[in-house]
T-cell receptor, first 114, second 115 residues
Framework: AQKVTQAQTEISVVEKEDVTLDCVYE???????LFWYKQPPSGELVFLIR??????QNEISGRYSWNFQKSTSSFNFTITASQVVDSAVYFC???????????FGTGTSLTVIP | GAGVSQTPSNKVTEKGKYVELRCDPI?????LYWYRQSLGQGPEFLIY????????DSGLPNDRFFAVRPEGSVSTLKIQRTERGDSAVYLC?????????????FGPGTRLLVL
């Protein structure tokens, strides 16, 4: 079974629009960690954020914000006032405390149109 | 400081050949990971090293794949008798040992094409 589901395969928005990327995860562990990575056309995965399962506070970093809801097993990512440089594939990942591997979703390809 | 580096950036080989992919982790990172990313997919775990030893190799698809990290720093992923299905981007990541799950920092990957 897929541990991380990113249902949105591709999203296109016009510059300055807000966009939310969805991530739903599945785990039986009570302690786990969630991550978002950005993969621009160059291919390198860039770390964006890490969240622990026991910290449900939402986080904002500039134009980026994350909404973590354990009740719905979701960890959604919102970009406010999108820019062309935000165009990339975004991956959500899960790591369970009893292991070290990351389980990645299939990614959401975001295109910001100028 | 320098990030994770991987060489070569691209590798084209013929079916049946042997290839080696190299990863140089961030200095001071004792944990090292290999992932494989097929087109349109997320990275899939292959193997994890803590120091010199492979702590988890459950993701290696078969015995054609092998990885080493003899001195606890640079790692080499080795693929024998390559098949066309091995074509993918091979990503390496490293993390700082913190006693728990640590953020993994990724290299640019090696794009392997098996003809």
């Amino acid at each position: 079974a897929q541990k991380v589901t990113q249902a949105q395969t591709e999203i296109s928005v016009v510059e300055k629009e807000d966009v939310t990327l969805d991530c739903v995860y599945e785990t039986r562990d009570t302690t786990y960690y969630l991550f978002w990575y950005k993969q621009p056309p160059s291919g390198e995965l860039v770390f964006l954020i890490r969240r622990n399962s026991f910290d449900e506070q939402n986080e904002i970093s500039g134009r980026y914000s994350w909404n973590f809801q354990k009740s719905t097993s979701s960890f959604n990512f919102t970009i406010t006032a999108s820019q062309v440089v935000d165009s990339a594939v975004y991956f959500c990942a899960l790591s369970e405390a009893r292991g070290n591997q990351f389980y990645f979703g299939t990614g959401t390809s975001l295109t910001v149109i100028p | 400081g320098a990030g994770v580096s991987q060489t070569p950036s691209n590798k084209v080989t013929e079916k049946g050949k042997y290839v080696e992919l190299r990863c140089d982790p961030i200095s001071g990172h004792t944990a090292l990971y290999w992932y494989r990313q097929s087109l349109g997919q997320g990275p899939e775990f292959l193997i994890y090293f803590q120091g010199t030893g492979a702590a988890d190799d459950s993701g290696l698809p078969n015995d054609r794949f092998f990885a080493v990290r003899p001195e606890g720093s640079v790692s080499t992923l080795k693929i024998q008798r390559t098949e066309r299905g091995d074509s993918a981007v091979y990503l390496c990541a490293s993390s700082y040992p913190g006693g728990g799950v640590e953020t993994q920092y990724f290299g640019p990957g090696t794009r392997l094409l098996v003809l």
